[in-house]
């Protein structure tokens, strides 16, 4: 047996709830973006978030009506996704308050910076890794805009980085759950691919 859930019937409110409940664990991409004057440097996180594209680069975030940080991207070109690891859990969240534009997350919630190497809007000095970001395009769909952006450069935390790769037990990422839950590593499984050549496997 199953329960069965209509959309139409439900309604987008509801519906949403279902959806973010059973598309998990997501990834955080702890958003930097830098006002159109420049002076207010903003950070969000957004749990809609996954690589689009392998070459050239592109991460894709989507923001849910029109926010702070979709109107920085647009004004501005460019963004951070700084990685969200364990440790930070308070802090990200605090900056998934809906603080007003001109008063910028790192300053509200007292959140250390670094400047990027490639694009303007500053990362997180605490974050293990941050993608800095060119935009590539935006799609509106329904309620939300998808936001492509090219990565330009990738600066990975020293102590992360285990015979060249970040190493993932050192990352520590966060995810987001259903309702208000977050998700840490669970166990981690290491299991080759099957080539067709190789089918059935032995
Ligand atoms: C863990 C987490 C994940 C979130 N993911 C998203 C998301 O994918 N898209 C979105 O629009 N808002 C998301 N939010 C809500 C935004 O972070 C929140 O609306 C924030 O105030 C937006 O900030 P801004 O106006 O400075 O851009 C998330 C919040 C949290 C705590």
Redesign the pocket.
Known sequence: MRVDFDPESLGAGAFYRLLTAVVVPRP?AWVSTLAADGTTA?L??????TVACTDPPIVQ?????R????RNVEATGEFVVNFAPEPLLGQ??AT????PADEG?FDAVGIEREPSLRVKPPRVAASPVALECRLHSTLGIGNSTLVLGRVVHAAVREDVVVDGHPDVRRLRPLS?LGRDEWGTLGEVHDLARIAYRDWPPS
């Open positions: 955080i903003n969000a996180p957004h749990s809609f978030f975030f989507t923001s849910v009506g926010k702070d940080s979709l990200i969240n998934g308050t809906d603080f997350e987001r």
